[in-house]
């Protein structure tokens, strides 16, 4: 018999394998204290959840419909991708743009939309850079993403039932990307029964010297996040006792992963080899070859055009359940 209880502020998820002991919980809390009961979960925080069979479907709807509101775009015209392909964001100097507040309060809005909306983090990404002293540029990108959520305002994420609990995961990185610094971006999506629960776009520390050692320091990312989710999943009792599939687009990255022994191309990663290799060994963790055609972490190291990106969101069953069919 298990009981879980999210707490933030005074509103509070309380969740278990036990209804009766549920119940019983929510009448201790409400001798001792004011409580109002609002019954199953549909909307938390801004999230919005609806359960049929086929699984918990999440999405900011309401959330992001306002921030269209706020720009004044209802009526504008969807765009199919949130990003141009290509672009040119962290070099272009064309003049600051004159209202820095309202630039800061959109991107910051768009941040917390990425809870449900993978597709949105590589972009935020790079938004979120230039907070300081915004381009006109940059303004316009941000509206783009809104044009983008026109199109789809209630798209999300569906937690599919009747579905093993196994772990998978995705790793890639954007080698030497970022023009000012050209430190590398790693990005990863992990996905438990075939839907994404984790997923980050993060520039690395270091500047990689090579196309393979910044896919490894993606793979060692991804590693250490694997560990957690793995951690957290025993938490809910559920143990996961297969190692973890990995899956990479670099053969390089792969090969020193699996190689013992050390040369003079690994000396500066040797922690990064170490930490991922001993994942190896103890089976946390299996090593995959996969196409980058098929890569599904790509949509978050680089802007992509149109059908590659639409693509990849339906690999990663991302969807709009309010879009006409």
Same mark, same amino acid.
């Given at each position: 018999m298990r009981l879980y209880v999210l707490v933030?502020?005074?509103?509070?998820?309380?969740?278990?394998? +036990? #209804?009766?002991?549920?119940?019983?919980?929510?009448?201790?809390?409400?001798?001792?204290?004011?409580?109002k009961d609002l019954g199953h979960?549909?909307?938390?925080?801004?999230? @919005?959840? *609806?359960? =049929?069979? !086929?699984?918990?479907?999440? #999405?900011?709807?309401?959330?992001?419909?306002?921030?269209?509101?706020?720009?004044?775009?209802? *009526? =504008?015209?969807?765009?199919?991708?949130?990003? @141009? @392909?290509? &672009?040119?964001?962290?070099?272009?100097e064309e003049g600051p743009y004159a209202d820095l507040g309202r630039y800061r309060r959109l991107v910051e809005r768009l941040v917390y939309l990425t809870v449900t909306r993978?597709?949105?983090?590589?972009?935020? &990404?790079?938004?979120? !850079?230039?907070l300081k002293q915004p381009q006109v540029k940059h303004w316009e990108a941000a509206l783009r993403v809104v044009h983008y959520l026109k199109g789809c305002p209630g798209q999300g994420i569906l937690?599919? $039932?009747?579905?093993?609990?196994?772990? =998978? *995961?995705?790793?890639d990185a954007d080698y030497q990307t970022c023009p000012l610094t050209r430190r590398s971006l790693s990005g990863y999506v992990i996905l438990l029964g075939g839907s994404p629960i984790a997923w980050k776009t993060k520039k690395q520390k270091t500047v990689s010297i090579s196309s393979a050692e910044a896919e490894y320091r993606a793979m060692r990312y991804t590693t250490g996040e694997l560990k957690w989710e793995r951690e957290l999943l025993s938490c809910f009792g559920v143990q996961h006792d297969t190692p973890i599939s990995l899956f990479c687009?670099?053969?390089? $990255?792969?090969h020193i992963a699996a190689n013992p022994v050390f040369h003079e191309h690994t000396k500066h990663i @040797?922690?990064?080899? &170490?930490?991922?290799?001993? *994942?190896?060994?103890?089976?946390?963790?299996?090593?995959?070859?996969? &196409?980058? =055609?098929? !890569?599904? $972490?790509?949509?978050?190291?680089? #802007?992509?055009?149109?059908? !590659?990106?639409?693509?990849?969101?339906?690999?990663? +069953?991302?969807?709009?359940?309010? $879009?006409?069919?």
């Open positions: 933030y502020v005074d509103d509070l998820l309380i969740g278990g394998n +036990d #209804s009766r002991t549920i119940s019983q919980f929510k009448e201790y809390l409400s001798e001792c204290f004011k409580m979960l549909k909307y938390f925080l801004g999230i @919005e959840v *609806a359960r =049929s069979p !086929q699984g918990i479907y999440l #999405s900011q709807r309401k959330y992001t419909l306002d921030i269209i509101d706020e720009c004044g775009l209802l *009526a =504008s015209r969807p765009f199919a991708s949130p990003m @141009e @392909e290509n &672009h040119q964001l962290q070099v272009i993978p597709d949105l983090i590589y972009v935020i &990404h790079i938004l979120a !850079q230039f937690l599919t $039932a009747n579905t093993d609990l196994t772990l =998978s *995961a995705y790793c687009d670099n053969q390089v $990255a792969l @040797e922690a990064d080899c &170490h930490f991922v290799r001993d *994942a190896l060994k103890v089976g946390l963790i299996a090593t995959f070859k996969i &196409h980058t =055609s098929n !890569q599904f $972490a790509d949509i978050f190291t680089k #802007s992509l055009g149109g059908p !590659q990106f639409s693509y990849l969101l339906r690999k990663l +069953d991302i969807r709009d359940l309010h $879009a006409p069919i």
